[in-house]
DNA sequence: CCTAATTTGCGAATGATTTGCAAAATCATT
DNA sequence: AATGATTTTGCAAATCATTCGCAAATTAGG
């Protein structure tokens, strides 16, 4: 069996994600975590967000420019309100998808088995 | 001002996307275009893709492996149905969306202003 | 059929992500 | 707090999808 460690890189990559509530590229999370003088290798940055989303703590989306970005989440399921002014993320349950796979059912003699959605608008704070 | 020739590769490409309505790669469509010993190089797959996709003709994802695939589809606004055991995709309109946009704003203070949504299940003609 | 504009195909360049491996860090036990 | 087995890190090199430059080929229209 794989034991995992609970490693100072670790905690520090994953603290900049709880922090931010925004999706952010490994990249981008390297270059925040050397502004304040934390040295964690690009590598050990995706292999820490691998970890995350195989745990199911960090889910993953491809921005528009091909870079794979990553937000802190919950297990549970659910859907992401992504703000236009702030970037920050919501986590969203649904309810209202059960109106949907029955109309998939009957209009298009689909049987749903999973689903995602995302949103985009204005949060709260921006508004 | 651009103009935009109908070329015999174009066509080619298209010609696979319509035939097959299911997600694919730029690799899939060259591969699929060599064996009926369609000569269109990958460079003029990606670029015809990346055009349809402009004109809002086909739309695209990245599957798990990173790859970006494509699909063809109508140009209204619309949501995917993916078959899991044929692949196949089907356009699906979306009145359910109102409920949702209610519940963000009165739970989350969220304004929707976009949404994605993709479904996942058993088509028709596969159960 | 001529000419100008656009597209193709090739190979080389790009850029994000992964990987191999030796050195460093973590953990459970003395 | 020292030991040893296991996991992780960091670096540089490798990978792999996608993009780009440019000369040759194709298309649209007169």
Do not use: W
């Amino acid at each position: 069996m794989r034991a995992t460690y609970a490693t100072k890189p670790r905690e520090q990559v994953s603290a900049v994600l709880r922090r931010e509530k925004r999706y952010l590229s490994a990249a981008e999370i390297h270059a925040i975590l050397r502004k304040s003088r934390t040295n964690v290798s690009l590598s050990t940055v995706y292999r820490t967000l691998d970890l995350l989303a195989g745990k199911g703590q960090a889910s993953a989306r491809v921005d528009e420019r091909g870079e794979t970005t990553f937000v802190v989440c919950d297990q549970s399921h659910h859907h992401h309100a992504v703000c236009n002014g702030c970037g920050k993320v919501e986590d969203v349950s649904c309810e209202a998808i059960e109106s949907v796979a029955h109309a998939l059912r009957s209009h298009h003699g689909f049987k749903l088995a999973d689903h995602e959605m995302e949103f985009f608008g204005t949060c709260g704070a921006c508004r």
